[in-house]
């Protein structure tokens, strides 16, 4: 029975740093999940900034477009001759001009709105540089973290390929079946008492057990039992 407690703290130590391993990928998912945010935002933020770009351009071409209508307008006016026609072009070229501010106001806007949007960008490359430096120095970290655990590992393995030899395949069976649903399938007993459920055994049982001369399972939990004395001596060793 004592190969068996050995071999389960063999296995509690291997699913200890199985677990640590497994404790890794949540950081690096976080991390990773900020950077496809990040990506995100850069793709509407540089889409916005394309289609502000062709408004920009467009409202540039209209400004232009009426700059030379206004000039046409004011050389019409300089050689009119009556009155009906100075009117019309007058009429004309404060229309063109009053159309002229507005779009230039426009234009000023939107050019606020492309600088404030390349500013976001400027931001957004500069989270984003951190979280994939972050990212770097987080894999670093965790390989060397990982190289250790899996020595560690092979270490455990291999101390567990040593108990086992000593195992006769039927007990071994019984330890991995239990161990399918209790972590841990060996249990110490005290005064009577299964450690793994809290349950007394009857006084036969445990008068057996403490001869130690064949497995005993708790009759409650079905765990495999072990005096509790002799495993504190086998633990201090």
Known sequence: MQLLWDLQAIDAGLDGIRD???SFAPKLDNIKEDIVLLSGAEA???S?????EVERRDLRDKVE???GLIAQSKEKIAQIANNKEYFA????????QKQLERQELELAGLVEEIDSIKEQIAENDKDMAAKNEEMAIEEKAISTKVATLERKIKSGERGRQTKT????QAFMRRYLRIRKRYKNAVVAVENGTCLGCNVNVPPQVYIDLLKGQEMM????CQRIMVNRAEAEVEKKK
């Open 20 to 22: 640590t391993q497994e």
């Open 48 to 52: 916005e900034l394309a289609t502000k």
């Open 89 to 96: 072009v007058l009429k004309e070229l404060e229309h063109n």
């Open 217 to 220: 399972s708790c009759p409650n």
């Open 44 to 46: 509407e933020y540089k």
């Open 165 to 168: 030899k000593g195992l006769e």
């Open 65 to 67: 477009q009426l700059k």
